[in-house]
């Protein structure tokens, strides 16, 4: 599939059919594919957790405004935005600078300089980690449905739900923001959708000031 095909077709789809499973090799493919995009400092502050089981999917549902397509789809995926995910002695902190001194691209007497930046630019204030958090696990999430949709499959992302609430029920600890939820599977060709929505012109998105 063309990528303009992707972007031009990839719809938030609010029915999907509950009787066409999403393979686990499948949805490793998206996943792995979506890991690809780019993150600050190459840290990758995401994670997922998969649903599948029927009764784990009502309990989100529930507390998810009640939306249908949390239960109706054969997947949905809680999407975790780690607010630590910069931090010096963190597991993929330390892993990510091992990486680099491996690939030649840092030396091991940079190690404080790197913690040090980490620190400067994402740590300073719950402000600068929610968004570190926040906007390199959007790209991730933006990806995952994009992903989706060029193997085939359809998605619809969610952040009408109750955060606490989902935190609580699946044991979600602190250091974790859900930025959203994704629900995963096969458009219900029996349902229509709404025709495309708007959106802002190359005009609109353009400011000076
Ligand atoms: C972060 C995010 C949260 C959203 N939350 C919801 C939601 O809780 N319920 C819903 O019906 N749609 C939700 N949407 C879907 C948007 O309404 C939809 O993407 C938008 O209207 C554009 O439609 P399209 O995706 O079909 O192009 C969400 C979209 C995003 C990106």
Same mark, same amino acid.
């Given at each position: 599939?063309?990528?303009?095909? /992707? ?10 059919? $509950?009787?066409?499973?999403? $393979? ?17 400092? =190459? ?52 892993? =990510?600078?091992?990486?680099? /001194? ?72 602190? =250091? ?31 400011? $000076?000031?």
């Amino acid at each position: 599939m063309d990528f303009k095909d /992707v972007v031009n077709e990839r719809r938030a789809v609010n029915f999907f059919d $509950s009787n066409k499973p999403v $393979s686990d090799q499948l949805l490793r493919e998206m996943v792995e594919m979506a890991a690809k995009v780019p993150s600050s400092f =190459n840290l990758q502050p995401w994670s997922v957790m998969i649903l599948r089981d029927p009764e784990e999917k009502m309990r989100l549902r529930k507390l998810a405004w009640d939306q249908p397509k949390v239960s109706e789809a054969p997947v949905v995926l809680i999407v975790l935005a780690d607010r630590d995910g910069w931090k010096k002695g963190h597991p993929f902190v330390e892993k =990510n600078f091992k990486e680099m /001194v491996k690939a030649g691209s840092m030396s091991e007497v940079q190690y404080d300089w790197f913690t040090g930046a980490c620190q400067g630019l994402y740590g300073e204030s719950p402000d600068k980690q929610q968004a570190f958090a926040c906007k390199n696990t959007g790209f991730f999430a933006m990806a995952l449905m994009f992903a989706a949709k060029s193997l085939g499959l359809d998605t619809h992302p969610m952040d009408g739900f109750d955060h606490e609430g989902v935190r609580d029920a699946f044991k979600i600890p602190k =250091n974790y923001w859900v930025p959203l939820l994704l629900a995963v599977g096969y458009f219900d060709r029996t349902k229509t959708l709404h025709p495309p929505k708007w959106r802002k012109t190359f005009e609109e998105i353009v400011v $000076s000031f």
